[in-house]
T-cell receptor
Framework: DAGVTQSPTHLIKTRGQHVTLRCSPI?????VSWYQQVLGQGPQFIFQ???????GRGNFPDRFSARQFPNYSSELNVNALLLGDSALYLC??????????????FGPGTRLTVL | AQTVTQSQPEMSVQEAETVTLSCTYD???????LFWYKQPPSRQMILVIR??????QNATENRFSVNFQKAAKSFSLKISDSQLGDAAMYFC?????????????FGDGTTLTVKP
């Protein structure tokens, strides 16, 4: 079975531009979470979506938005890119919203570089 | 807010030896879960081991075991019989119970080098 997939693998943008990152969860998984991992730091929670609804949001500005589609895939959008948005963006899927012990499976990430 | 601290940015171990990675966390919650994740150079993060706070028994997964000290808010990972494939960045993570499964708080990681 395919794991969590993300596209693109790498992306280079300039300040002020907009970017869309995509994630396909493991088949049957209904929950998708997004994390930002700045070089040298641990992942920071951005969003969680379950059944197409936002179920959690981290401490990120409104420039960050996401959505989940009927097939449970997800997009992360970032507007008005800043240099500080350069990071590895990780997507993680899990079978359900609860229980809390549900295992998260991570994708390989999208490396975003903002120049 | 919960915080997770990994005080060892880098660790190294000789192949076949044992190494312990440290993690401390801060929370006012009594019910939560703790995790160790491994992120190899290929970047795909995988779950190594999980501990439920209500369980006194330390979790074990083959060569990986934890030392969970709830009162001290400490959660260390012991890797026995280290292998070259264990070389990776290791992240300690916290998740509050009775919350959505996706919201985990991670430490900044420990880079583990395994010497042949």
């Amino acid at each position: 079975d395919a794991g969590v997939t993300q596209s693109p693998t790498h992306l280079i943008k300039t300040r002020g531009q907009h970017v869309t990152l995509r994630c396909s969860p493991i088949s049957g998984h209904k929950s998708v979470s997004w994390y930002q991992q700045v070089l040298g730091q641990g992942p920071q929670f951005i969003f969680q979506y379950y059944e197409k609804e936002e179920r959690g949001r981290g401490n990120f500005p409104d420039r960050f938005s996401a959505r989940q589609f009927p097939n449970y895939s997800s997009e992360l959008n970032v507007n008005a890119l800043l240099l500080g948005d350069s990071a590895l963006y990780l997507c993680a899927s899990s079978l359900a919203l609860h229980p809390s012990t549900d295992t998260q499976y991570f994708g390989p990430g999208t490396r975003l570089t903002v120049l | 807010a919960q915080t997770v601290t990994q005080s060892q940015p880098e660790m190294s171990v000789q192949e076949a030896e044992t190494v312990t990675l440290s993690c401390t966390y801060d929370t006012s919650e009594s019910d939560y879960y703790l995790f160790w994740y491994k992120q190899p150079p290929s970047r795909q993060m995988i779950l190594v081991i999980r501990q439920e706070a209500y369980k006194q028994q330390n979790a074990t997964e083959n060569r990986f075991s934890v030392n969970f000290q709830k009162a001290a808010k400490s959660f260390s990972l012991k890797i026995s019989d280290s292998q070259l494939g264990d070389a990776a960045m290791y992240f300690c993570a916290y998740r509050r119970a009775n919350t959505n499964a996706g919201k985990s708080t991670f430490g900044d990681g420990t880079t583990l080098t395994v010497k042949p």
